[in-house]
């Protein structure tokens, strides 16, 4: 039964059994219309309703500038996950990079695009695809690693987030297309404990969404898949600065990037397409932009303050679990080790190995968890180890069970 398992999967992760039960209703009849919502048209004015409510409930969230004018943002939503996500802002970057560029320039536009470069923050496995997807898409000479994790610890893996006097952004800010990062590193349990700066700022937080407070007029785009702390997988979000878009930028003519054997992206990726049509360019699943909805709608009424940035609320909860179960962790060093750096240790994602990756009681470990009922710890298949996930919907008794369990397990070793 499912009140009986602490669920601590890395994504899809757990989602509020409350908002699960109605949408059970829901799947049968919505509204009374006697149509259930994944049959509804999205475009009828019931599917209208529910993108706006969700479009609303996390501007209020996140504070997200609501203005027609170039200090605005839009709240696109989109299919093909996180990853196609990576792909979308090379696309969509590299048109505004060129475009703007060819204002000013008809001559020469091939020497200049040899300058373009993407800078990418690599502190993850997450961060690394991208990059790498950046380097498939229009050749690694135009992506710059501005840091690489890897090579900041003795033992070449992830784990930290090297100091900033260490990296190296490309020289000239007008060359910047783009300066990428990954807010919370899924499979590394790393996390950015504040943003990074550079010249046209995005970030992957596919794994954090909606778990602190963030400064959104300080990137130019921030997106993430809704299958973590958001909602069901199906839908991934995007917050796009309209100093991006259309009238406020001008984007490269796709025979232009033609003529510099540079990409047009997919029109399904193409963010000002997508926001002209108010993320109904094509079919859009509602159901799960409703989902999204409804756990907005929850972390909004836990903070009926609106002086202070709504999502604070859960951001004291998240801190609160993760701090709890990293105390268990620290108090059994003999047991436990975390793997990240102690300064970046992820709030969501809690990567640990026990007695130093010895796989007999790291399966112990699990096979005792599961007789407990706490389901989903063990660490991604390309790292190994231990991993907790302490998403939102993670309830605190879940992390105190867990709790109780560390406790009990390294008492016994
Ligand atoms: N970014 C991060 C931080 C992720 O955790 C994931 C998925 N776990 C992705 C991107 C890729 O997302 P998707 O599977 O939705 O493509």
Known sequence: DRSEIAYFGAG?????????????????????????LTELSHRSPEANAILSHTQTGLRRLLDIPDSDGPDGYQILFLQGGGSGQFSAVVYHLISVWIGELAKTKQQGLDAEVAKMRLDYLVTGSWSLKASQEAARLIGPEHVNIVTDARKARDDGKFGSIPSRDTWKPTPHKDDVALTYYCDNETVDGVEF????????????????????????????????????????????????????????????????????????????????????????????PIFDVWIAGQVMQRLLDQSPDTNTPRITAQQATSNHKSTLLYGVLDTYPETYTVVPDASVRSRMNLCFRIRGGDSAAEQAFLKGATQRGLLGLKGHRSVGGIRASNYNAVPVEAVEKLAKYLTDFAREQ
């Open 12 to 36: 899809p992760a757990p989602l509020p059994t409350p908002v699960l039960e109605e949408a059970s209703q829901v799947l049968l009849n919505y509204n009374n219309t006697g149509i259930g």
């Open 193 to 284: 404990p504040t943003a990074p700066s550079g010249p046209n700022l995005v970030a992957d937080m596919s794994s954090n969404f909606l778990s602190r407070p963030v400064d959104v007029r300080a990137h130019a785009a921030i997106f993430g898949g809704a299958q973590k702390n958001v909602g069901t997988t199906g839908i991934t979000i995007a917050i796009i600065s309209n100093r991006l878009l259309p009238p406020h930028a001008t984007l490269a003519e796709p025979q232009l990037l033609r003529k510099l054997h540079l990409p047009n992206g997919p029109i399904v990726l193409d963010y000002p397409t997508i926001s002209k049509n108010n993320s109904l360019y094509n079919t859009l």
